[in-house]
């Protein structure tokens, strides 16, 4: 979803007057929130997977007469539904699965030629065989500091000091996920040089950060989970993991003066609000999704078995994560 941003900046600089809609899931309307190009957001309730073929074409009844192009970025065919649902004149996307059709702006995607994803959709919202710019423009998301700090606040977190924001998530799997304890050990490292640590995440990842914070045994640090969110001042650290939402999110990762995050949904995020950091990349690849901008760096031991793609590690040691150290991770930042 970040990194769709730059198709719409793309999109707007060819043509400025032109309106962009997205029709997104629900959980995506936040983050089109902060991005000036999106005029509407229109969410799509259907979940991950989910063919909710109802659901598609009620939403495509609404479009009708209302759009002249269809950029379709995911190459599913139930993506292909709403805007052939919606009689859009010219809908646009690679060729995917069983799309014909659907699809009647087919696009051959060339691999070698659009390795990262930030290219193939902006690909797509060029006339075919343009080539790329010579640079893309790099996501920008619109966010509030002083929101952020308040929320900072609230959670009991002390003002006036450096944030060290922690990503340790990734909802792929635990082939994305730098031990438990490696952030642990950062977070104790920076704590000891005056700095400040919330751990950011979904629901899912409050475990995440429930063992984060049991690890930093020389700080104060609290679970709003647990706390009911009470204002409890002075601590030096607070889990955030679940207990707000992606727009609170965002506005607290704008006031990092560094984060470090797997390869992640926040990793996307935080490098669009251009915050310094560092980007851990195990079973994954870089070359492929990396943080955009130039404000993260990343960090990757490049072994043979990587990138491997699995979402848990098939030798079980998992040496690709557990083998960047935190002394590493600290000389990066």
């Known amino acids: 979803m970040v990194m769709a941003q730059s198709l719409f900046m793309v999109l707007k600089q060819e043509r400025p007057e032109r309106p ?8 995506a309307l936040p983050l089109a929130a902060r991005m000036p190009e999106i005029r509407h957001a229109i969410a799509l309730p259907a979940g991950h997977g989910e063919l909710a073929l109802a659901a598609r074409y009620r939403v495509g009844i609404s479009l009708r007469g ?24 010219r809908r646009t996307g690679f060729l995917g699965e069983l799309r014909f059709g659907l699809v009647n702006d087919i696009r051959t995607l060339d691999k070698q030629r659009l390795p990262r994803t930030v290219q193939r959709f902006v690909a ?83 475990t ?10 020389d700080a104060k640090a609290i679970d709003p989970s647990a706390s ?20 609170a999110a965002i506005d607290v990762l704008a006031c990092a003066e560094a984060v470090v995050s797997n390869d992640s949904g926040l ?20 070359g492929h999704t990396p943080p955009l901008g130039t404000s993260m760096r990343i960090v990757s031991l490049g072994l043979a078995c990587a990138p491997c793609f699995k979402r848990v590690c098939p030798e079980g040691a998992a040496r690709c994560l557990e083998e960047i150290t935190p002394e590493r991770v600290l000389e990066s930042l």
């Open 208 to 217: 995440l950060g429930a063992e984060i914070l049991a690890g930093l045994t």
């Open 20 to 27: 962009i809609d997205l029709v997104a899931p629900t959980w």
């Open 66 to 89: 209302r759009h002249a192009q269809a950029i379709l970025l995911p190459n599913s065919l139930k993506s292909a539904l709403v805007p052939w649902f919606a009689r859009i004149p």
């Open 124 to 206: 797509l919202g060029l006339p075919r065989d343009t080539p790329l710019p010579d640079s893309l423009p790099v996501p920008r998301l619109r966010a509030s500091v002083e929101e952020g700090e308040r929320i900072l606040g609230v959670h009991g977190l002390c003002a006036e000091k450096k944030l060290l924001a922690l990503c340790p998530g990734a909802e792929y799997g635990p082939a994305k996920r730098w031990p438990v304890r490696h952030f642990a050990a950062l977070a104790r490292a920076r704590i000891a040089s005056g700095w400040r640590v919330a751990v950011l995440g979904s629901a899912k990842e409050r």
């Open 228 to 247: 009911g969110g009470r204002d409890l001042g002075g601590t030096d650290a607070v889990n955030l993991a679940g207990a707000i939402d992606l727009v």
């Open 267 to 286: 990793m996307h995020v935080a490098a669009a609000l251009d915050r310094p950091g560092v980007a851990i990349f195990g079973s994954s690849d870089p």
